[in-house]
């Protein structure tokens, strides 16, 4: 885990990490959530709507940015303030993605960041793309 403090941090400081995407992970997140659609849990019933198999909550995905923000950027003083995400393209199981923020501003008076944030796939094939203001505390 990371400690940056603020004054720490500029402008373009850049973390990524690689996370696999697993059946247990989705399978957990409908527990989790109640969350039961079928293009998510049944493999038949996706392959039926033209997709190569379960599609990966786009939530799940999107979770990965709590991660980053909690462990990377600026890992534990972090406090996330808003998180916006468009989803590019679907995610598979089995997929291994690499989850990107780079510091685009910095808020002086509230000591937050503006994170422009992606996540891509292993083809390099970007599934999530969005911002993010993170406090430092």
């Known amino acids: ?6 004054e720490e941090i500029e402008n373009g400081h850049k973390e990524q990490f690689e996370v ?5 992970m989705l399978d957990r997140f409908c527990e989790i959530t109640g969350d039961c659609n079928p293009m998510h849990s049944d493999e038949a019933y996706a392959a039926s709507k033209g997709y190569k198999g379960r599609i990966c909550y786009g ?6 940015l709590s991660t980053l923000a909690g462990m990377y950027i600026p890992g534990e003083r ?4 808003s998180v916006e ?6 995610v598979y199981v089995g997929d291994t993605l690499t989850v990107i923020g780079e510091v685009a501003s910095k ?12 996540i891509v796939n292993q083809d390099g094939k970007k599934v ?3 911002k993010m203001q993170v406090g430092v505390l």
């Open 78 to 81: 972090s406090l996330i303030h």
């Open 20 to 24: 696999e995407i697993t059946s247990e």
């Open 1 to 6: 885990m990371n400690r940056y403090t603020y």
């Open 128 to 130: 999530v793309r969005g």
């Open 85 to 90: 995400t468009i989803f590019k393209n679907p």
């Open 107 to 118: 808020n002086d008076n509230f000591k937050v960041l503006e994170l422009k944030v992606q």
């Open 59 to 64: 939530m799940l995905t999107a979770s990965f």
